[in-house]
């Protein structure tokens, strides 16, 4: 089975600085893409973030300048550096990535981590 775990969220101020982390485990034998999705309260959920194996990116407009996503292959492991933070950007965090196993991708999610931007 694959794990993908979150960590990093939190409540921070308006303009404050985040970094969230999302570990996969398991039986892997390697990661094509991984991201970052959100869902804010009463909306649904929408991509944040995502990199390719090759580490070409791809951003929400509402959060390209501020959001940077990065991974660690040998770790399994993605990140997002969330800068500037608005009160919009408050919801819970998801990762999400494409896992090899089998010789077939799968997709698998994280159980997520909240981030609250509020004064």
């Known amino acids: 089975q694959v794990q993908l775990v979150e960590s990093g969220g939190g409540l921070v101020q308006p303009g404050g600085s985040l970094r969230l982390s999302c570990a996969a485990s398991g039986s892997i034998f390697s990661t094509d893409v991984m991201g970052w999705y959100r869902r804010a309260p009463g909306k649904q959920r929408e991509l944040v973030a995502q990199?390719?194996?090759?580490?070409?990116?791809n951003y929400a407009d509402s959060v390209r300048g501020r959001f940077a996503i990065s991974r660690d292959h040998a770790e399994n492991t993605v990140y997002l550096q969330i800068n500037s933070l608005k009160p919009e950007d408050t919801a819970v965090y998801y990762c999400?990535?494409?896992?090899?196993?089998?010789?077939?991708?799968?997709?698998?999610w994280g159980q997520g981590t909240q981030v609250t931007v509020s004064s």
């Open positions: 990199i390719s194996s090759g580490g070409s990116t």
């Open positions: 999400n990535a494409y896992v090899l196993r089998a010789g077939v991708y799968y997709s698998y």
